[in-house]
Structure formats: structure tokens, C-alpha cells
């Protein structure tokens, strides 16, 4: 698949979440929008998007360079669920865990997986920031069956 396709394919995917998204304030106590763009750091390193379907579930999405043993374009799509913690005295603290997948396109091998992301979501009071830290493990599927993982701090700006 050459990378214009594969660029046509994440714009249709992403144009339809986008357009069967629940439209209510998920950011709980924060002002922005359901949808995030920020960036990510750590494993892969890139461009990272949310966006809230209602206050419990989110698709996460990635787009980024993979420096670890594949050194690869990064893809990748998760699912994700929230569970809000109830003491917190400013912001709002949520516990994240889900299901997606990856594609990391790195050169001769290309590689398709199934990622388990769990992490910590923050979002911060009166604004449009929210924060995330995530650790994901990863099973492989081709070229050949290996775990793997991710991780990443990341900040997005909800709009």
C-alpha cells in the first residue's frame, strides 16, 4: 500500500469519527471541545489526536515515528474507556484502558499489532489542556508473532 493511500484511508476514517461523535462537553470541568491535537514523546514520538464520543469513551489516535527496533512511520487507532477518579481537588483525573492497533511501516518489514493501551488522563481546570501518560503493550502479528511496547507523555489542546 503506498503512503497516499494509506493517507486517504486515515482522512476517511478519521473524517467519520468525527462526524458520529456525540457532541456534549466530555471534558469533564474543562472548557475545550471533543476533539484533541497535541503531540506525544516517548515510543513512538509524533502527532497525537482524541476524540470523545461521550464522558467515558474516546478514540485515540497516532501518527508518528518509531525510533525503537523497527525505526518506522508509527500508526495506530485505539478504543479507550475512562474511569474517572472522584477525589480530586482540581481538574479532573481519569484511569484509561482499551484496545486498538498499529501499523508500523518501517523498511523491509512492515508490521501489524494489537495494542492494549493503559494510562492516566489529566485535564486541567478551566482550560483546553489535557495531559496523558500511557504504557501499552503490544502484540505483533506479522511479519512474524512478537510482544512489543509503547509509551508516551503526551499534551493536547481540545477545540
Known sequence: MNLSKLFLMISVIAGFLLL????AKAQVNGQGGDVGLGVMLGEPT??????WNNERSAFALGAAWSFGRYDAIHLHGDYILH????EVEQGSLAFYYGIGARLALGDPDTHIGVRVP???????PDSQIG?????????????????????????????
Open 20 to 23: 458520529t461523535t456525540d457532541t
Open 46 to 51: 509524533g502527532i497525537s489526536a482524541k476524540i
Open 83 to 86: 474511569s474517572w477518579f472522584s
Open 118 to 124: 493503559l494510562g492516566l488522563n489529566y485535564i486541567v
Open 131 to 159: 495531559l496523558f501518560v500511557e504504557a501499552v503493550p503490544v502484540l505483533d502479528l506479522t511479519p512474524s508473532t512478537d510482544f512489543d511496547g509503547n509509551g508516551a507523555l503526551g499534551i493536547r489542546y481540545y477545540f
